[in-house]
């Protein structure tokens, strides 16, 4: 499906976390087909800034417009993937998927193919390898319909055949007028992507 | 030939293809010794001149009793072969066991608590061996529902052994402490007294019934580990030809 | 599927992988009762005299310690924060997780307590007045100690905020329901406080699941 | 020995003025052996079950 | 430092930054405690007679819950695999920590029951009574409650199981227990039951270290 | 210091799990000096792998021993780091190194600089970001004594830099005549390593 145009604006952000200066007078502009990679060191507060995009933490200082709209008119626009497994270990991958998505099983099922968990969707989570489970969350990215993804480490433990996968559907994705924005401390060789260095307040 | 008979109970194939017969006779055994039991206990043997007709309990009761007892006995058996030969059959038995176990305890106490209402007046009252018995239902709950937290077959039967013979440990320990107490308070209510003698026309029949159950028992365990062993050993080749053939 | 759907779904999913999960705190109510006469006595007159409060604290218990890890592991996994882009609003999903606890949960607690009765020697009348009494109080008792389980998300292992926050709110519950049944066991009328206890239920019902997600937002927003 | 302690069938399933309570007590025994003789079955058949259909599976999958 | 001293200073590390996890157990009793009058009739004579079981359990309940999840954050977080790697015996750490566990969780426990005693008008000699077989018992009590945590920890949402199935083998020692009070309350000789209560800790206290450490590494060969 | 020589041998190792074949027939010598990678798919097997050789996974078939002897003696030589955190998040960074090794503070302070985690030691780990905490595990690679590294993806969320002193870190290790045996989806560039594959089962 081709979404419908999208402008993300941050403006002026600012924050601080356990009095480090995280970063300020953030300002960026995102648009349809765009990809953003947030990038720093450790600790540099590419998480805090990925999640407060989300709107899962507060706003400090500064704005961030969607639209023109402000961000919590927006969320069900976002999907977001974090550090978390995102999955529940006890249930099925199947069942997973199926809570937190609004498709028929057919789609799910094409989903999993597409993340290599084809013969898994009956195997509960905690079976899982450690790659296995993130692909299990990331196979949302297949069936889920929202124009704005925010990526936190998406790459974490999956091999190098899944990163080529991934990389392939996050063009898919922007090509359709959405817009990706992630980290990762390894620098993925497919994507046309602008880069967000953070880390160098002063 | 003890030891090499041993062993070939160790293998799931041959335990599976045996336990087949064997669980054929028990069942077949079973069925005659236990109506011919229950018919003559419920319809033959004299009424008791205390308790009138309610008494004809005993014949499910008692059997069941020693049963839910003995089966906890047989789990801590299997929990040592499992420890000390590593023979995954014996994790197999205590499955089986728990279950069945834990249905006779429940048998028990029903019927008996069905017996008090008559006798004493009741359905329940703290006598010591009512208590024991109900803990031996919780110890049984115990290793079910610890078996079925734990997700891989392996480890939940290592940890059912374990749990069984610590419980195996305290069961004496849990039973004369439940007498002291009881004793302790003196309490107001009815116990299980000792039964005069009991003519023969009565103890027979409980005889026949007490057999009937124990094989009941077996027949029963044979098939529920046959079922179980046939789901573990799901991916092996004798299994495949097994359900190939059939 | 609309997201109540899938929800309740999910809930049944969840039983279904662990069926445990409804069986334990009856078999800990069970368990609690029968520790009362070893630890007392075994003489039934005492036992029918304190039986049904007994069994209403042990109720309790047992809901609160079934209640208090909620959202625990769904927050740990991730999934609370999949909430939030949810098209609904929060209150309204915990609120409907609210439901599901109490219809999966906590009823067949509810529903055991009669043979807990049986075992203390408790009068049939005062066994009917102690069933109602717990359907009447528990929707409250269950949003309450889901407000301190939403309230210790973020401290790793829950210290005693939320529980001290709960604690004044279960005794107007307690003193109303043991009312309940001293009215029950003298056969005079409960219907007064049975509707007081009712109206607690109610409001505990609509307001506390808007408290709950507030305090949701609040610990999804420190956590990373 | 072997004399049928009743007046007549009725009496016996009457059993005054115990029957209400002996008769569902062994109906629960046969309820509980047959029960788990089925529960035992089903499971048997459930595990063949499951074996076919993996086999069937390897099949698909090698052709 | 050796292991046991680091594992000592750890220990009260943890406690340092987690105060509440010493008071939770404590306000579970005297919450449970506070609960049984309101829930009976406040007729202080019956509330003294049942006073001294009440808080038995109540202790034990509190202890119970408070051990259930002794190993399981250091097992989800990886530190437990990291023990086996130490050169000590794993039964020997597991031992140290639930000696550390008695000192710095269970005997704050024990030391608040006085309150509770008073709030349940316990006279003084039972109250007395009651602290000793507090004291010898719960070490047999936290050994077996540690053992439940242990072999619970690798199904991930155990909730209280491992408290139900260690529950019936306390049998003996509330019975001994009970004994022990009520013979406090007749002023009879309560020092054969004592010595047996102590022998039962002793023995637990020696065995189930090593069963503990079984089923600790049972759950850690299953774990990823 | 100097590590004393060490030889593992791993023959005809064999493992299952959940009904599927991991590896059979594996047979591996590794000796002071040597770093292998263990590298294949998700769900290949190679955390099963690590954690077999590390003892926390029971060997089912086959025969893993160090210097000639069973490895279950040998275990206090081994230095696991795995996918979970291995640091309690309600302590501070550096008490949780304190209990995990026996060296003194200055030691551990020394360490933590290495990880570049030089003002955080009073920080509690919950409020460190991923590849912090992931620091703070690795720190115990700068001042634990032991030969035989055992590390499951210690790449995962760290940065650039702290890659390369990780790679620094290691082959200053097998340098002293440790042995080092890790996992990883990217190719580190600066090790010299062999590499075993998983994941070609028949
Ligand atoms: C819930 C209630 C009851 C339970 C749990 C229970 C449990 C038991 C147990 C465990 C035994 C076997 C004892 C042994 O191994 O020596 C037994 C035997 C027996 N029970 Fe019950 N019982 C209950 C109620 C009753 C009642 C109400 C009666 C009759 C008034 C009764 C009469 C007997 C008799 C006559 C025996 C055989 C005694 C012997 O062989 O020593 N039981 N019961
Ligand atoms: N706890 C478990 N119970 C059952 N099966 C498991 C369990 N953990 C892993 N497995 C299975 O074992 C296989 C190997 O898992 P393992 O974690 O060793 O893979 P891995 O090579 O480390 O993968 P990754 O690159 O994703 O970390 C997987 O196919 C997985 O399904
Ligand atoms: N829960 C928290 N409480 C307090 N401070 C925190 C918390 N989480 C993170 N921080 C601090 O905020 C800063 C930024 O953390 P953040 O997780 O955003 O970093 P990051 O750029 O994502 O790092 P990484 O590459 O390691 O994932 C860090 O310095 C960290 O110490
Ligand atoms: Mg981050
Ligand atoms: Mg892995």
Redesign the pocket.
């Given at each position: 499906m081709i979404f419908e145009p999208i402008q993300i604006e941050i403006s002026q952000l600012r924050c601080e976390r356990d009095d480090r200066l995280l970063f300020k007078n953030l300002s960026i502009k995102l648009e349809s087909g765009q990809i953003l990679r947030v990038a720093g060191p450790n600790g540099a507060g590419k998480t805090t800034l990925l999640r407060t995009l989300a709107g899962l933490f507060d706003i400090q200082e500064g704005e961030i417009r969607l639209n023109q709209q402000p961000l919590k008119e927006y969320l069900e626009r976002i999907l977001y993937i974090g550090h978390k497994p995102q999955v529940t270990k006890d249930l099925t991958v199947l069942d997973n998927l199926k809570f937190l998505t609004d498709v028929d099983e057919t789609a799910l099922k094409s989903a999993l193919s597409a993340v290599g968990l084809k013969g898994y969707h009956d195997?509960l989570v905690?079976?899982?390898?450690?790659?296995?489970g993130r692909r299990c969350a990331l196979a949302r990215l297949w069936c889920v319909d929202a124009p704005i993804w925010i990526l936190d480490e998406p790459y974490t433990?999956l091999?190098v055949d899944m990163v080529k996968t991934l990389d392939a559907r996050i063009t898919e994705h922007v090509a359709n007028g959405g817009v990706c924005l992630f980290t990762t401390h390894q620098p993925p060789q497919q994507l046309d992507y602008q880069t967000l260095e953070l880390g160098h307040v002063d | 030939m003890g030891w090499r008979w041993f062993h070939q109970w160790g293998s799931p194939r041959l335990f599976y293809e045996r336990a087949g017969r064997w669980q054929l006779v028990c069942g077949w055994l079973a069925l005659i010794l236990l109506v011919a039991g229950s018919l003559w206990g419920l319809g033959f043997a004299p009424v008791d001149y205390q308790q009138g007709n309610s008494y004809r309990i005993i014949y499910l009761h008692v059997p069941v009793a020693f049963l839910a007892q003995a089966m906890y006995a047989a789990m801590a058996v299997c929990a040592v072969v499992l420890f000390v030969w590593k023979m995954k059959l014996a994790d197999v038995a205590m499955q089986a066991i728990a279950v069945m176990g834990f249905a006779f305890t429940a048998l028990a106490l029903i019927s008996g608590a069905v017996w008090g209402k008559p006798t004493w007046g009741t359905y329940w009252v703290w006598d010591a061996r009512l208590t024991s018995m109900l803990i031996l239902a919780f110890l049984y709950l115990g290793v079910i529902g610890l078996r079925a937290a734990i997700?891989?077959p392996d480890q939940a039967g290592k940890a059912c052994g374990i749990l069984v013979l610590v419980g195996v440990v305290n069961l004496p320990i849990i039973k004369y402490s439940v007498e002291w107490w009881n004793t302790l308070h003196q309490p107001a209510s009815l116990k299980l007294t000792e039964k005069p003698a009991m003519p023969a026309s009565m103890w027979v029949p409980l005889l026949v019934n007490i057999l009937g159950y124990y094989i009941a028992a077996a027949y029963l365990v044979l098939g529920s580990m046959r079922a179980i062993v046939l789901e573990r050993e799901r991916r092996a080749t004798w299994v495949k030809e097994l359900v190939g053939r059939a | 599927m609309s997201i109540e759907k899938r929800m309740l779904a999910r809930e049944l999913k969840l039983i279904a992988a662990r069926p445990g999960d409804i069986f334990k705190p009856m078999w800990f109510l069970i368990l609690v009762i029968s520790m009362v006469p070893l630890a007392l006595a075994p003489d039934s007159d005492l036992l029918a005299e304190i039986g049904s409060a007994m069994i209403w604290v042990a109720t309790l218990l047992a809901l609160l310690l079934n209640t208090e890890h909620l959202f625990q592991s769904d927050f740990s996994d991730g999934v609370l924060e999949q909430w939030l882009f949810l098209d609904r609003p929060l209150a309204w999903l915990v609120g409907l997780k609210l439901v599901a606890h109490w219809l999966f949960h906590v009823l067949p607690l509810i529903l055991i307590t009669p043979i807990a009765g049986l075992m203390l020697s408790v009068p049939t009348e005062v066994l009917i007045a102690l069933l109602i009494t717990l359907f009447v109080a528990t929707p409250a008792l269950t949003c309450f100690s889901g407000l301190g389980a939403a309230l210790t998300l973020g401290s790793s292992r829950s210290g005693i905020l939320g529980v001290l926050v709960m604690m004044p709110l279960f005794v107007p519950v307690v003193i109303l329901a043991a009312g309940v049944l001293i009215r029950a066991t003298d056969g005079s009328d409960t219907l007064p406080l049975l509707a007081l206890l009712g109206a607690f239920s109610v409001v505990a019902a609509t307001l506390v699941p808007i408290a709950v997600s507030a305090a949701i937002r609040l610990n999804i927003g420190g956590s990373n | 020995m072997l004399e049928f302690q009743f007046a007549s069938l009725a009496a016996f399933f009457e059993m005054a003025p115990h029957g209400v309570y002996v008769w569902p007590v062994y109906g629960l025994g046969l309820l509980v052996i047959g029960g788990l003789t089925w529960v035992n079955a089903r499971q048997h058949r459930q595990a063949i079950r499951m074996v076919q259909r993996n086999l069937e599976r390897e099949e698909t999958h090698e052709s």
């Amino acid at each position: 499906m081709i979404f419908e145009p999208i402008q993300i604006e941050i403006s002026q952000l600012r924050c601080e976390r356990d009095d480090r200066l995280l970063f300020k007078n953030l300002s960026i502009k995102l648009e349809s087909g765009q990809i953003l990679r947030v990038a720093g060191p450790n600790g540099a507060g590419k998480t805090t800034l990925l999640r407060t995009l989300a709107g899962l933490f507060d706003i400090q200082e500064g704005e961030i417009r969607l639209n023109q709209q402000p961000l919590k008119e927006y969320l069900e626009r976002i999907l977001y993937i974090g550090h978390k497994p995102q999955v529940t270990k006890d249930l099925t991958v199947l069942d997973n998927l199926k809570f937190l998505t609004d498709v028929d099983e057919t789609a799910l099922k094409s989903a999993l193919s597409a993340v290599g968990l084809k013969g898994y969707h009956d195997s509960l989570v905690k079976e899982l390898s450690q790659g296995q489970g993130r692909r299990c969350a990331l196979a949302r990215l297949w069936c889920v319909d929202a124009p704005i993804w925010i990526l936190d480490e998406p790459y974490t433990a999956l091999d190098v055949d899944m990163v080529k996968t991934l990389d392939a559907r996050i063009t898919e994705h922007v090509a359709n007028g959405g817009v990706c924005l992630f980290t990762t401390h390894q620098p993925p060789q497919q994507l046309d992507y602008q880069t967000l260095e953070l880390g160098h307040v002063d | 030939m003890g030891w090499r008979w041993f062993h070939q109970w160790g293998s799931p194939r041959l335990f599976y293809e045996r336990a087949g017969r064997w669980q054929l006779v028990c069942g077949w055994l079973a069925l005659i010794l236990l109506v011919a039991g229950s018919l003559w206990g419920l319809g033959f043997a004299p009424v008791d001149y205390q308790q009138g007709n309610s008494y004809r309990i005993i014949y499910l009761h008692v059997p069941v009793a020693f049963l839910a007892q003995a089966m906890y006995a047989a789990m801590a058996v299997c929990a040592v072969v499992l420890f000390v030969w590593k023979m995954k059959l014996a994790d197999v038995a205590m499955q089986a066991i728990a279950v069945m176990g834990f249905a006779f305890t429940a048998l028990a106490l029903i019927s008996g608590a069905v017996w008090g209402k008559p006798t004493w007046g009741t359905y329940w009252v703290w006598d010591a061996r009512l208590t024991s018995m109900l803990i031996l239902a919780f110890l049984y709950l115990g290793v079910i529902g610890l078996r079925a937290a734990i997700q891989d077959p392996d480890q939940a039967g290592k940890a059912c052994g374990i749990l069984v013979l610590v419980g195996v440990v305290n069961l004496p320990i849990i039973k004369y402490s439940v007498e002291w107490w009881n004793t302790l308070h003196q309490p107001a209510s009815l116990k299980l007294t000792e039964k005069p003698a009991m003519p023969a026309s009565m103890w027979v029949p409980l005889l026949v019934n007490i057999l009937g159950y124990y094989i009941a028992a077996a027949y029963l365990v044979l098939g529920s580990m046959r079922a179980i062993v046939l789901e573990r050993e799901r991916r092996a080749t004798w299994v495949k030809e097994l359900v190939g053939r059939a | 599927m609309s997201i109540e759907k899938r929800m309740l779904a999910r809930e049944l999913k969840l039983i279904a992988a662990r069926p445990g999960d409804i069986f334990k705190p009856m078999w800990f109510l069970i368990l609690v009762i029968s520790m009362v006469p070893l630890a007392l006595a075994p003489d039934s007159d005492l036992l029918a005299e304190i039986g049904s409060a007994m069994i209403w604290v042990a109720t309790l218990l047992a809901l609160l310690l079934n209640t208090e890890h909620l959202f625990q592991s769904d927050f740990s996994d991730g999934v609370l924060e999949q909430w939030l882009f949810l098209d609904r609003p929060l209150a309204w999903l915990v609120g409907l997780k609210l439901v599901a606890h109490w219809l999966f949960h906590v009823l067949p607690l509810i529903l055991i307590t009669p043979i807990a009765g049986l075992m203390l020697s408790v009068p049939t009348e005062v066994l009917i007045a102690l069933l109602i009494t717990l359907f009447v109080a528990t929707p409250a008792l269950t949003c309450f100690s889901g407000l301190g389980a939403a309230l210790t998300l973020g401290s790793s292992r829950s210290g005693i905020l939320g529980v001290l926050v709960m604690m004044p709110l279960f005794v107007p519950v307690v003193i109303l329901a043991a009312g309940v049944l001293i009215r029950a066991t003298d056969g005079s009328d409960t219907l007064p406080l049975l509707a007081l206890l009712g109206a607690f239920s109610v409001v505990a019902a609509t307001l506390v699941p808007i408290a709950v997600s507030a305090a949701i937002r609040l610990n999804i927003g420190g956590s990373n | 020995m072997l004399e049928f302690q009743f007046a007549s069938l009725a009496a016996f399933f009457e059993m005054a003025p115990h029957g209400v309570y002996v008769w569902p007590v062994y109906g629960l025994g046969l309820l509980v052996i047959g029960g788990l003789t089925w529960v035992n079955a089903r499971q048997h058949r459930q595990a063949i079950r499951m074996v076919q259909r993996n086999l069937e599976r390897e099949e698909t999958h090698e052709s």
